[in-house]
């Protein structure tokens, strides 16, 4: 149980164009969703929460107009890049958590490589 | 400031003996903390976690914790090592005055076990 999936797993696309990236809970209802960045040989830098049915919460120095979060169900939250830059280009990993009382692990999904070229 | 502290970029042990991935942490109050691991280009798997109760926390593929109050550390053990533990692990806290599971991660540390 317990499964995120996320689509594509990898994306190369062109300077200026935006691209889509689907975070899907299989068999559980995410009340929230959590976007994430990852550099090479480094960390995880938490981008936004976005909660099903209302806007992202955008972390300090992360563009909300760049990057356009959708958390329309309980399933599925999107991320899109929009105008993509080369230097947008970076491993995106998006998790996903249940609600209740306990700090439940959050479980992620298996990443979204972005190249843009 | 909360943080997550991992000193060691890398660590390298050989097969059959033991492992240990440090990390600290600075938070106000009691901390969740988590053990994470990721293989080349997938994301995170769940390892571990500490809530409370029994200090050593034991968790998936024989990996445990230990968590240490008085010197602010979750360092993540295993007896003895595969070549398939080979991996970047990363250790997360989850402060009390945060918002709902938000976590925070420590810089990773690559794990290299050789047969």
């Known amino acids: 149980g317990a499964v995120v999936s996320q689509h594509p797993s990898r994306v190369i696309c062109k300077s200026g164009t935006s691209v889509k990236i689907e975070c899907r809970s299989l068999d559980f209802q995410a009340t929230t969703m959590f976007w994430y960045r990852q550099f090479p040989k480094k960390s995880l830098m938490l981008m936004a929460t976005?909660?099903?049915?209302?806007?992202?919460?955008?972390e300090q120095g992360v563009e909300k107009d760049k990057f356009l979060i959708n958390h329309a169900s309980l399933t599925l939250s999107t991320l899109t890049v929009t105008s993509a830059h080369p230097e947008d280009s970076s491993f995106y990993i998006c998790?996903?958590?249940?609600?209740?009382?306990?700090?439940?692990?959050?479980?992620f999904g298996p990443g979204t490589r972005l190249t843009v070229l | 400031a909360q943080s997550v502290a991992q000193p060691e970029d890398q660590v390298n042990v050989a097969e059959g003996n033991p492992l240990t991935v440090k990390c600290t942490y600075s938070v106000s109050g009691n901390p969740y903390l988590f053990w994470y691991v990721q293989y080349p280009n997938r994301g995170l798997q769940f390892l571990l976690k500490y809530i409370t109760g029994d200090n050593l926390v034991k968790g998936s593929y024989g990996f445990e914790a230990e968590f240490n109050k008085s010197q602010t550390s979750f360092h993540l053990k295993k007896p003895s090592a595969l070549v398939s533990d080979s991996a970047l692990y990363f250790c997360a806290v989850r402060p009390l005055n945060t918002g709902f599971q938000k976590l925070v991660f420590g810089t990773g540390t690559r794990l290299l076990v050789s047969p």
């Open positions: 976005s909660n099903e049915g209302s806007k992202a919460t955008y």
């Open positions: 998790s996903a958590g249940t609600s209740g009382s306990l700090p439940n692990e959050q479980f």
